[in-house]
């Protein structure tokens, strides 16, 4: 998967909500979005969205893919990926068939990978045996135990 850098550098059709900019209210469009700033309200990409350290996400959001190395405070709603960064933020909940949560990232919500194809049943559990209690000798105090017999 490509870097959010390498998305930003090469990207033709790139916005950027620079550091000073708040985006309040309905963000629609086609093409990739870097947030350095703050959006708030909806936002809705066919393409990508990039937060990165600096920005700020207080949305639901619904995207080809996201990148999150800000902060991100509502859903994520994505059709191919979500990744969160080591620096990534985010309380919500992430809805995408890939997602990618790097040690270090701070994650609080729920993830849904998808549902189950059609045709194919959920696998189930193995049930697992449980061990029974152990039932272990009392000693009374001040008795001796008894020694272990060794062979000869």
């Not at 619904?62 to 190395?69: L, M, R, Y």
């Not at 194919?120 to 020694?147: D, K, W």
Request: without cysteine; hydrophobic residues 40%.
């Amino acid at each position: 998967m490509a870097t959010a850098k390498e998305l930003a550098d090469n990207a033709v059709d790139n916005t950027v909500v620079g550091p000073s900019i708040l985006i309040s209210g309905r963000l629609t469009g086609d093409e990739d979005l870097t947030v350095r700033g703050r959006v708030e309200g909806e936002l809705t990409l066919s393409r990508t969205l990039i937060v990165e350290p600096s920005g700020v996400v207080k949305a639901n959001v619904a995207v080809k893919n996201a990148i999150v190395s800000g902060v991100v405070v509502g859903n994520i709603n994505a059709t191919e990926s979500v990744e969160l960064t080591r620096e990534g933020r985010m309380v919500g909940d992430i809805r995408a068939p890939r997602v990618i949560i790097v040690d270090g990232a701070s994650f609080r919500g729920r993830v849904d990978m998808g549902d189950v194809e059609p045709g194919r049943l959920p696998a189930e559990r193995p049930t697992v045996a449980r061990p029974q209690a152990v039932t272990r000798p009392t000693v009374r105090p001040g008795a001796t135990p008894p020694r272990p017999v060794t062979p000869p």
